[in-house]
């Protein structure tokens, strides 16, 4: 196959799925690594595809462009699941948590099957799958009802009235982007304002986000950055970023990701908000 063809089948995979990976279309194809990474190159420097680590994504997202979940799982997967790891870190047995919608936020539920007497109430379908499927049989999983999103939560009035009557330890929640302005922030206005019920619910909010989140802007804010007790990230956070996270946030953690997606050494906590 020549490489114009090999690019434009590429191309039209990207549009369909809204991510691919270079291992697997390595693979499909029959040829390495970088002869993949030379065909991402040139479509991203045509404008045509968004490279990212490890693949590429549809270009050109805007404030409102809202990814479905498998497009969304094959970015920074290593980064997420050692976040994931860290964040299974904070939470005791008998702990009454919520998980809202998102990639890194199912990495976590994986985590979580086999802590005791756990209480998981979350917006996010495929959360409640992984926990209903290897949980634990003295753990209860609550789902919200609601309409379902492009990323597989349930939002709407349906899951803010179910969130407002609870009361809840910890929430995990996942973000679209983060900035100095606009705080947290999401591509869908129903799913904002969930995530701000869930927030309220919660004695503390763990917010759990890889390092490309910083500087993507979603048309609507969930809360400011000051709302966040924990925020966990991984070592790719670009020091303007660890610079106001650390002084806005309760702690900022960073974790280092490695190829195998586990987390290494020792985590590191950097700045505590005034």
């Known amino acids: 196959m020549l490489a114009q063809q090999r690019q434009a089948a590429i191309l039209e995979r990207v549009r369909a799925t809204g991510g691919v990976r270079v291992t697997e279309l390595a693979t499909e194809f029959g040829v ?16 045509l595809l968004a490279k990212v ?12 462009d ?52 756990l209480t998981v109430v979350t917006n996010s379908l495929p959360v409640a799958e992984i926990l209903h499927a290897g949980g634990r049989p003295d753990q209860t999983v609550v789902l919200t009802g609601g309409v379902r999103t492009p990323s597989d939560a349930l939002v709407g009035p349906l899951a803010v009235g179910a969130v407002r009557a609870l009361h809840l330890d910890l929430l995990f929640l996942g973000v679209h982007g983060i900035t100095e302005r606009a705080g947290f922030t999401t591509p ?10 869930l927030v309220a619910a ?8 890889d390092h490309s989140k910083w500087g993507t802007v979603g048309i609507s804010s969930i809360v400011e950055l000051a709302a966040a007790h924990v925020l966990v990230s991984d070592d790719r956070l670009p020091p303007p970023a660890r610079r106001v996270l650390g002084e806005q946030v309760g702690e900022l953690i960073m974790v ?19």
Not at 202 to 209: N, S, W
């Open 32 to 47: 390495s690594d970088m002869t993949i990474r030379r065909d991402l190159e040139a479509l991203h420097e045509r404008g």
């Open 53 to 64: 680590h490890g693949g590429a994504t549809v270009a050109g997202p805007s404030s409102t």
């Open 66 to 117: 809202e990814p479905g979940f498998h497009a969304k799982s094959v970015r920074q997967l290593s980064e997420k699941a050692a976040i994931a790891d860290r964040a299974a870190q904070l939470v005791r047995p008998g702990a009454a948590v919520a998980l809202s919608a998102g990639t890194t936020t199912a990495e976590l539920a994986r985590r979580l099957v086999d802590v005791p007497g």
């Open 188 to 197: 869908n206005l129903m799913e904002a304002e969930t995530d701000r019920a």
């Open 202 to 209: 919660a004695d503390r909010l763990v917010v759990l986000a």
């Open 256 to 274: 280092k990701a490695t190829g195998a997606g586990r987390a290494t050494g020792t985590p590191t906590s950097e700045g505590t908000a005034q």
